[in-house]
């Protein structure tokens, strides 16, 4: 376990016909402590999917570093999408089965289909799943390669309200069996409040830091709206700033 | 009309009744009975000259389907990776798409001599524009998402190739497959027809110049049942088996 540093200095698209250079994200350094759960919060379009693909290594083409703090090894990432992204021509085992690194004990994915309810349709093609359904199957998966580091991509969105209440219970369960570095994207403060240690909210682009705080709301409580709710009104009355961002 | 009162083989039989009794009243070596085309057929295979023609037809087949389907597949997929290159030939693959089959044939067998290189030249050129098409299309629509999420966990080269783009160019093959296949059987008689000396197209050349039509439609009997044969215990399985997944 390591803290993870994060440190963009310029990722810029490069100037294209009816644009001029796009700067996405400047001067961005953040750190993440081992095991901590952070919640980065800013509004659609500000550039958090880049910053994702750019810790992930999709996308090679930025100025700055990404390094777990000190062995400096190369992070093992589980990376969970904004859609499932399921390969729809192998079954729901198969491809959590593929996304295993060669040499890792599969074990714990039995445990896991069992938690989220999935054991029953391991044999099932991710087509005849529903939405909320294919969402724990990509939740799995990217629990089950074991990650240094787990990248959520507002993974709950277009979900509704009662089954993305469940499956945020879900991920806080298995994450708190294996406690392991989180970054997770939202837009919605209330869901950041419910699952975060720490928020971090970034401004709109050129994306950088913008203010932090942490969630001290304990974790038996987090499922009673009213402290949310609480926490939150403190959170905006105290800067103005974050709700007119969001 | 309810079609379970008309089942495949009550169908068949309405056409051989058709045929027959066409041919009685005709009663001309034009059109013979099925009788006479069915004993033709008989004789022409125990005299083993109809295995042999189609034999060396089917060979000629696979050869250049099996050529046209790879080297197609391959500069298909190549094109439809890169956009440049794939504009800059876009006006190439339309000519040789607009080149009649007969004019294809009678170059090959101009520049190339009367040999077997040139015939099955000609099959695979006539073909090859129809299956770049065919799979560019697929390349071009490789999902982009699921190639993130590979490259994400961290596939290797192979493992995703093996599931995550097969997959996805697959339909696409076994479309150009089975249009090939429709496609090339009908271009390789004339082929035959016009510089080989054996094979179906030859045979079906000798039967018009001696006017033996029961011949003629003996063997395109044989070849067309061949043809389903294939397409129906090959290919077909192979479609439904790239179709399981879906819903």
């Known amino acids: 376990m390591t803290r993870i540093l994060i440190d963009i200095d310029l990722k810029a698209y490069p100037a294209k016909r009816g644009s001029g250079v796009h700067v996405a994200i400047k001067d961005l350094h953040l750190e993440l402590a081992a095991g901590e759960f952070v919640c980065l919060v800013g509004p659609s379009g500000c550039g958090k999917t880049t910053l994702l693909n750019l810790i992930a290594g999709l996308d090679t083409q930025f100025e700055g570093r990404i390094q777990s703090g000190e062995t400096g090894k190369p992070l093992r990432i589980g990376y969970m999408f904004q859609n499932p992204r399921l390969l729809p021509w192998r079954t729901v085992r198969e491809n959590i089965d593929l996304a295993l690194p060669e040499g890792l004990d599969g074990k714990p994915v039995d445990h896991l289909l069992d938690v989220m309810g999935l054991s029953q349709s391991q044999s099932q093609y991710p087509e005849r799943l529903s939405l909320g359904m294919s969402r724990r199957v990509a939740l799995v998966r990217a629990f089950a390669i074991q990650p240094t580091l787990l990248l959520m991509d507002e993974p709950f969105v277009s979900l509704d309200a009662p089954t993305a209440r469940k499956v945020r219970q879900l991920l806080i369960r298995v994450w708190q069996e294996r406690p392991h570095t989180v970054l997770f994207v939202t837009h919605d403060l209330r869901e950041a409040i419910t699952l975060a240690d720490r928020l971090i909210f970034l401004s709109p682009p050129p994306m950088s830091f913008l203010h932090e705080v942490a969630v001290d709301i304990p974790r038996s409580e987090r499922e009673k709206e009213t402290e949310v709710e609480v926490f939150r009104n403190r959170l905006i009355s105290g800067h103005p700033e974050i709700s007119m961002m969001l | ?247």
């Not at chain 2, 022409?44 to 295995?51: F, M």
């Not at chain 2, 094109?79 to 440049?84: R, S, V």
């Open chain 2, 1 to 247: 009309m309810r079609s379970d009162f008309f089942p495949p083989i009550v169908s068949a039989f309405l056409f051989l009744a058709i045929w027959g009794g066409l041919a009685f009243l005709l009663d001309s070596p034009a059109l013979p009975a099925p009788s006479v085309v069915f004993q033709v057929l008989y004789q022409e295979t125990l005299s083993g000259q109809l295995p042999y023609h189609l034999g060396i037809t089917l060979a000629r087949l696979l050869v250049s389907f099996v050529l046209a389907m790879s080297l197609g597949s391959l500069m298909g997929i190549f094109l439809g990776q890169h956009e440049k290159l794939d504009r800059f030939f876009d006006n190439w693959l339309v000519i040789f798409l607009n080149i009649p089959a007969l004019v294809t044939i009678i170059l090959c067998y101009v520049w190339f001599g009367l040999s077997e290189l040139a015939a099955i030249a000609a099959v695979v050129v006539n073909k090859l524009p129809n299956v770049v098409v065919t799979v560019r299309e697929g390349a071009r629509a490789l999902d982009r998402d699921l190639m993130e999420m590979a490259q994400a966990f961290q596939f290797k080269r192979w493992k995703t190739l093996r599931h995550v783009v097969w997959p996805q160019l697959y339909p696409y093959l076994i479309g150009a497959a089975r249009t090939g296949i429709a496609l090339i059987w009908k271009i390789i008689l004339v082929v035959e027809l016009l510089g080989r000396n054996n094979g179906m197209g030859y045979q079906l050349h000798l039967f018009f110049q001696m006017f033996n039509v029961a011949g003629i439609l003996a063997y395109t009997i044989a070849f067309v049942t061949v043809i389903q044969l294939i397409e129906a215990v090959v290919l077909k399985p192979l479609d439904r088996h790239a179709k399981r997944w879906r819903r």
